[in-house]
T-cell receptor, first 110, second 113 residues
Framework: GQQVMQIPQYQHVQEGEDFTTYCNSS?????IQWYKQRPGGHPVFLIQ?????EVKKQKRLTFQFGEAKKNSSLHITATQTTDVGTYFC??????????FGGGTRLMVKP | DGGITQSPKYLFRKEGQNVTLSCEQN?????MYWYRQDPGQGLRLIYY???????QKGDIAEGYSVSREKKESFPLTVTSAQKNPTAFYLC????????????FGPGTRLTVL
């Protein structure tokens, strides 16, 4: 079945440093969604990307969808302790279900 | 106050016992999902339903069963056939179609003693 891979699995950063997580699929995706799960919490929707090469920003977060629609990235500028959590991507390859990546756990040292 | 609720938050069971996890939503969503999350792992789909009285197996359905008798409710039963049931279980709902965001409940943490 469809697989969506995320790297890295874990990332420790010093507060103020930037952070990037990458999402890769072997098949073309119709759309990518990104979710954030705080420690002890549940995933919360952040954003959706649909168009090839699409870039969206939410304050310090920048989301990109690759030109081939097989990969995506989430970049956080100048991390804060409130950014701590696990970031998941989920993608669909024209089926009827989203497949979640394994997530990237971000830890921020104050 | 619209949302999706799961109960209980923590659940302990003895080996060999079946247990049912509750999931209710008042968002008028047609689609509902059950995911399993193990420590440090991603979300794996157990079952999903897009309409009342119909549901489909996900990637790891063995040892689990579901029902969808009402639009608002999608309970999950973890049977004694599930070899390693200790995990965090998340229920989600959405409007139909993969372009719609999923709304997650707070989760149930199941521990088998």
């Amino acid at each position: 079945g469809q697989q969506v891979m995320q790297i890295p699995q874990y990332q420790h950063v010093q507060e103020g440093e930037d952070f990037t997580t990458y999402c890769n699929s072997s098949t073309t995706l119709s759309n990518i969604q990104w979710y954030k799960q705080r420690p002890g919490g549940h995933p919360v929707f952040l954003i959706q990307l649909v168009k090839s090469g699409e870039v969206k920003k939410q304050k310090r977060l920048t989301f990109q969808f690759g030109e081939a629609k097989k990969n995506s990235s989430l970049h956080i500028t100048a991390t804060q302790t409130t950014d701590v959590g696990t970031y998941f991507c989920s993608g669909n390859n024209a089926g009827n279900m989203l497949t979640f990546g394994g997530g990237t756990r971000l830890m921020v040292k104050p | 106050d619209g949302g999706i609720t799961q109960s209980p938050k923590y659940l302990f069971r003895k080996e060999g016992q079946n247990v049912t996890l509750s999931c209710e939503q008042n968002l008028n969503h047609d689609a509902m999902y059950w995911y399993r999350q193990d420590p440090g792992q991603g979300l794996r789909l157990i079952y999903y339903s897009q309409i009342v009285n119909d549901f489909q197996k996900g990637d790891i359905a063995e040892g689990y069963s579901v029902s969808r008798e009402k639009k608002e409710s999608f309970p999950l039963t973890v049977t004694s056939a599930q070899k390693n049931p200790t995990a965090f279980y998340l229920c989600a709902s959405s409007m139909l179609g993969v372009y719609n965001e999923q709304f997650f409940g707070p989760g149930t943490r199941l521990t088998v003693l």
